[in-house]
């Protein structure tokens, strides 16, 4: 079974629709992170969290907000979604250490008409 | 201006061509130095990671680093197919956040 999950794997909704996209790990990490990837922009940080309690806007944040559930369970919601939302979204993993490898999930390929 | 630079690519090489792929950075606060790996439709995944200047060897793959030219690389000898996808160079901040290049695509023609 796969370390990271995210669910769905693909969506398309509507512009003003709510969305919510969920991840979940097994690998026992306290921090996770939300990215979305654009063509030629490589990964740009939305939130992240560093254990439950803490929950910390990245470069991007507007527009979107997180909740971490649990240990393992952090979501990414679009309150309002907007066509230039549309972009690939990826949740990460990593442990306390010293240089931050992060595991990655397999992706959500978000489409916003 | 953007902290990293990577050349977006597409890269087209032969099979068993030594590939070059390259950042430049501007933030001489980053300590550590990674390249990502992904596949399409894939997550992309921790290949190799350099802290000090010099070089990195992994079997087929290499990883440069010159901080006071700021500038990184990434060398694939003996290229194979299964090499093709888009390689991330990814910079570690005194925060230990990580910073990532835009991405180059890769493809190795058999």
């Known amino acids: 079974d796969a370390d990271v999950t995210q669910t769905p794997r693909n969506r398309i909704t509507k512009t003003g629709k709510r969305i919510m996209l969920e991840c979940s790990q097994t690998k026992g990490h306290d921090r996770m992170y939300w990215y979305r990837q654009d063509p030629g922009l490589g990964l740009q940080l939305i939130y992240y969290?560093?254990?439950?309690?803490?929950?910390n806007k990245g470069e991007i944040s507007d527009g979107y907000s997180v909740s971490r559930q649990a240990q393992a369970k952090f979501s990414l919601s679009l309150e309002s979604a907007i066509p230039n939302q549309t972009a690939l979204y990826f949740c990460?993993?990593?442990?306390?250490?010293?240089?931050?490898?992060?595991?990655f999930g397999p992706g959500t390929r978000l489409t916003v008409l | 201006q953007k902290e990293v630079e990577q050349d977006p690519g597409p890269l087209s090489v032969p099979e068993g061509a030594i590939v070059s792929l390259n950042c430049t950075y501007s933030n001489s606060a980053f300590q550590y130095f990674m390249w990502y790996r992904q596949y399409s439709r894939k997550g992309p995944e921790l290949l190799m990671y350099t802290y000090s200047s010099g070089n990195k060897e992994d079997g087929r793959f290499t990883a440069q680093v010159d901080k006071s030219s700021k500038y990184i690389s990434l060398f694939i000898r003996d290229s194979q197919p299964s090499d093709s996808a888009t390689y991330l160079c990814a910079m570690v901040n005194a925060g230990n956040m990580l910073t990532f290049g835009g991405g180059t695509r890769l493809m190795v023609k058999p």
């Open positions: 990460a993993t990593s442990a306390d250490g010293v240089y931050n490898e992060q595991f």
């Open positions: 969290s560093f254990d439950v309690k803490d929950i």
